[in-house]
């Protein structure tokens, strides 16, 4: 039975488990999206697109730190 845990059949990868998790944040909590605003109001000028691919991008590697266990 050990010899199947060892071959790989339905591991997953770190990086593919971070992705998911990266995919529940994100969504939940709404990181790397444009704020919207309310009506009647118009606030400053939205982030830049670059600026919510950096989010995910820094938010990716912490999933990916708290995946292999060392810490935040």
Do not use: W
């Amino acid at each position: 039975m050990d010899g199947l845990n060892n071959a790989g059949l339905g591991a997953r990868r770190n990086e593919d488990i971070a992705l998911d998790l990266l995919k529940f944040v994100a969504g939940t909590t709404g990181v790397g999206r444009p704020a919207t605003g309310s009506t009647g109001f118009s606030g400053a000028a939205g982030a830049k697109p670059e600026d919510h691919v950096n989010q995910l991008i820094e938010l990716y590697g912490r999933c990916l730190k708290a995946v292999e266990g060392k810490g935040a």
